[in-house]
């Protein structure tokens, strides 16, 4: 079983970038899709970004889409979400998910972090 623990979220002005990581123990790693989900008070988790199990394959919500990068280290047991040009409505906690497979849905997810949170200023 793989466990998740995120890292790297805080205040940051819109425009700026934040880097989030995620670090995962357990020798399956590897084997696991991996996504990130954000959830902002009164709302429902949704899907930001995914990568395949071998990251050749990414996959991003629209309203992220040339902004966001995700991306896997295999060898350190990691995967990072790089956010740039962060606007406001980006204030979430930010979770990392393992999956099966590349999936956007969060209930297909199978091991889920304790999140991290996001703030933008306006």
């Known amino acids: 079983q793989v466990q998740l623990v995120e890292s790297g979220g805080g205040l940051v002005q819109a425009g700026g970038s934040l880097r989030l990581s995620c670090a995962a123990s357990?020798?399956?790693?590897?084997?696991?899709?991996m996504g990130w989900f954000r959830q902002a008070p009164g709302k429902e988790r949704e899907f930001v970004a995914a990568?395949?199990?071998?990251?050749?394959?990414?996959y991003y919500t629209d309203s992220v889409q040339g902004r966001f990068t995700i991306s896997r280290d295999d060898a350190a047991n990691t995967v990072a979400l790089q956010m740039n040009s962060l606007k406001p409505e980006a204030t979430a906690v930010y979770y990392c998910?393992?999956?099966?497979?590349?999936?956007?849905?969060?209930?297909?997810?199978?091991?889920w972090g304790q999140g991290t949170q996001v703030t933008v200023s306006s």
């Open positions: 990568i395949n199990w071998n990251g050749d394959r990414t």
């Open positions: 998910a393992a999956a099966e497979y590349q999936t956007a849905a969060p209930r297909e997810c199978i091991r």
């Open positions: 357990g020798r399956t790693f590897s084997s696991y899709a």
